[in-house]
């Protein structure tokens, strides 16, 4: 057999290796000056909406906020995204009997703002069965420090931040207030969110090529 007439064939040899990491960050999204006035016995409250951009997989939300207000138990608040909304205040101290909630003004300051927080070690509130609701009497003014949100201490566990867990973090994030009894006014001032994301990425790419492609050689004597 003549061997310098049988076809060589160099293949196209391509090896991409990917490394499976997961990049874990915490951005703080600082919304600043926005002063958005509480309307006075409206349930239809005042709202302030944030898009943020980036991507990523959420594995925990803490928000915090700077809101002034002449008496702390008319208030409601809540955070929505991605047609989730989660109740972080209701009124506290409403459930002292009187219904009024706690007469003490505002919650945070410009310097030190009043954090909500899934793992916080108690509510600010009354405790009301469930939770471990620490402050009573009319509350503390210009309040701060880290607090479970009311949708942890109503429910028992549930319905807190970590709804937001599993969720990207792009898109409208929309803080809302409202104020539930005449004669008190106040402003959203400032708010933020602390958002920890998980982020797969291939932290590397080998790539081999082989000569020629696909190559036809035929010898001649």
Do not use: C, K
Request: charged share 15%.
């Amino acid at each position: 057999m003549n061997l310098s007439r049988i076809p060589t064939f160099f293949g196209l040899l391509v090896v991409f290796a990917f490394a499976a990491d997961t990049t874990i960050a915490q951005t703080v999204y600082d919304f600043s000056n926005v002063d958005v006035a509480i309307p006075d016995a409206d349930p239809n409250g005042a709202t302030n909406t944030q898009a943020i951009f980036d991507t990523g997989t959420i594995t925990d939300v803490d928000v915090d906020l700077h809101i002034t207000h002449t008496w702390q138990g008319d208030l409601i608040v809540t955070l929505e995204h991605n047609g989730i909304t989660v109740p972080l205040l209701f009124r506290a101290g409403a459930s002292d009997g009187g219904g009024f909630g706690f007469s003490a003004d505002n919650f945070g300051t410009d310097a030190n703002r009043f954090i909500l927080d899934d793992e916080a070690a108690s509510a600010y509130d009354l405790d009301t069965g469930w939770g471990d609701g620490t402050v009573t009497g009319g509350g503390d003014a210009d309040v701060t420090g880290s607090w479970i949100p009311y949708g942890v201490f109503s429910s028992g566990g549930s319905g807190g931040l970590g709804a937001f867990d599993g969720q990207d973090v792009s898109g409208n994030w929309t803080l809302f207030v409202s104020d539930n009894a005449s004669g008190d006014t106040g402003m959203i001032n400032s708010w933020s969110l602390h958002v920890t994301t998980a982020v797969p990425e291939p932290s590397s790419v080998i790539l081999l090529l082989g000569m020629g492609g696909l190559a036809f050689v035929r010898r001649r004597r």
